[in-house]
Antibody, heavy 120, light 106 residues
């Protein structure tokens, strides 16, 4: 079964840092692009960052997190990361990792259950 | 930045109704458009990718159409499990979600 399991969320003070992890199983992790998407309480979906799969590993960021967040992947461990620095109250959200349908796609067919980040 | 505008933001419908949700992009995104369904407390689910391609396992009552700036998600016959919030997402330039359309029971 294809699964994604996020971890690392929690309560952090403004200006602090947090690293989220997303452990993948049931598919060839290295072959697929991966995304981080967040959802603030009672709000809509907000794309955060993406990293391509295959031989790429190119990274992309929403303007709101550029320079503060870093996405990375360890294909040997099947883990996706999101390093979040200089956190702000507006970063408070449930953070989902999502698997794309291909190495260079943005269509996400498998999602984790989410991990909650609270900046306060 | 490309802005995605969904309409309506909410709608009330009855079982068996045909439901149409519209998503408009602020500039042409060709067919780089996905549709997702989200139920309360759950992760989103991919319904449609590349504007009109039905994701595997998604019921055929869901369909997508459009290209350029105007897109539509149609549910042909509304079922109880379809009451949810629907989001469009463009992937032509960076990634942007629409604001969502909540489908409620009339």
């Amino acid at each position: 079964e294809v699964q994604l399991l996020e971890s690392g969320g929690g309560l952090v003070q403004p200006g602090g840092s947090l690293r989220l992890s997303c452990t993948a199983s049931g598919f060839t992790f290295s072959s697929y692009a991966m995304n981080w998407v967040r959802q603030a309480p009672g709000k809509g979906l907000d794309w955060v960052s993406a990293i391509t799969g295959g031989s790429g590993g190119s990274t992309y960021y929403a303007d709101s997190v550029k320079g503060r967040f870093t996405i990375s992947r360890d294909n040997s461990k099947n883990i996706l990361y999101l390093q979040m620095n200089s956190l702000r109250a507006e970063d408070t959200a449930v953070y989902y990792c999502a698997k794309a349908i291909a190495a260079y796609s943005s269509s996400s067919d498998v999602w984790g259950q989410g991990t909650t980040v609270t900046v306060s | 930045d490309i802005q995605m505008t969904q309409s309506p933001s909410s709608l009330s419908a009855s079982l068996g109704d045909r439901v149409t949700i519209t998503c408009r992009a602020s500039q042409s995104i060709y067919s780089y458009l996905n549709w997702y369904q989200q139920k309360p407390g759950k992760a989103p689910k991919l319904l449609i990718y590349a504007a009109s391609s039905l994701q595997s396992g998604v019921p055929s009552r869901f369909s997508g159409s459009g290209s350029g700036t105007d897109f539509t998600l149609t549910i042909s016959t509304l079922q109880p499990e379809d009451f949810a919030t629907y989001y469009c997402q463009q992937s032509h330039t960076s990634l942007t979600f629409g604001g969502g359309t909540k489908v409620e029971i009339k």
